[in-house]
T-cell receptor
Framework: GQQVMQIPQYQHVQEGEDFTTYCNSS?????IQWYKQRPGGHPVFLIQ?????EVKKQKRLTFQFGEAKKNSSLHITATQTTDVGTYFC???????????FGTGTSLTVIP | DSGVTQTPKHLITATGQRVTLRCSPR?????VYWYQQSLDQGLQFLIQ???????AKGNILERFSAQQFPDLHSELNLSSLELGDSALYFC????????????FGSGTRLTVV
């Protein structure tokens, strides 16, 4: 079945440093979504990417979909303590009808 | 409040028992998804319903079953519970069948003792 892997699994950064998490799929994806789950909370939808090479920005967050549509990244500039949480990517395969979630990257921001 | 309502929030039960988790999707959403999240684990897809019909199955055990009712709420039934079934169970909903962002409920934390 479709597998979506994320690296790193954990990341600790000093407040103000940048952070990047990478998402890799074993198969081509038609869509990819990103979610954030705060500690003790539920996943919250952040964004969806559809086009090859697409780049979208939300304030300090930059999302990118790879040219081959098999990988994606989320970059946070100048992290803040409010960025703490686990970031999940979720990929939709070409023949699938539901998203498979990646393993997640847990971000800790040290004040 | 995300608009997706899950009940109960917490459930403690003994091994071998049967429980039912309930989910009311966000108003207007036709798709309902169930996910299992164990401690420090990712989100494991269990099953999807769209407008009352099963659309996709993931790693759902035979001891588990689900359904979506005409009013679009969904129930996840877990039977012959084992210690390893202890987890957070999330319901999510979306507008359409494919390609829409998911809105998650706050989850049901199941503890099997």
């Amino acid at each position: 079945g479709q597998q979506v892997m994320q690296i790193p699994q954990y990341q600790h950064v000093q407040e103000g440093e940048d952070f990047t998490t990478y998402c890799n799929s074993s198969t081509t994806l038609s869509n990819i979504q990103w979610y954030k789950q705060r500690p003790g909370g539920h996943p919250v939808f952040l964004i969806q990417l559809v086009k090859s090479g697409e780049v979208k920005k939300q304030k300090r967050l930059t999302f990118q979909f790879g040219e081959a549509k098999k990988n994606s990244s989320l970059h946070i500039t100048a992290t803040q303590t409010t960025d703490v949480g686990t970031y999940f990517c979720a990929g939709l395969g070409d023949t699938g009808n539901q998203f498979y979630f990646g393993t997640g990257t847990s971000l800790t921001v040290i004040p | 409040d995300s608009g997706v309502t899950q009940t109960p929030k917490h459930l403690i039960t003994a091994t071998g028992q049967r429980v039912t988790l309930r989910c009311s999707p966000r108003s207007g959403d036709l798709s309902v998804y169930w996910y299992q999240q164990s401690l420090d684990q990712g989100l494991q897809f269990l099953i999807q319903y769209y407008n009352g019909e099963e659309r996709a199955k993931g790693n759902i055990l035979e001891r588990f079953s689900a359904q979506q009712f005409p009013d679009l709420h969904s129930e996840l039934n877990l039977s012959s519970l084992e210690l390893g079934d202890s987890a957070l169970y999330f319901c999510a909903s979306s507008r359409g069948q494919v390609g829409y962002g998911y809105t998650f409920g706050s989850g049901t934390r199941l503890t099997v003792v």
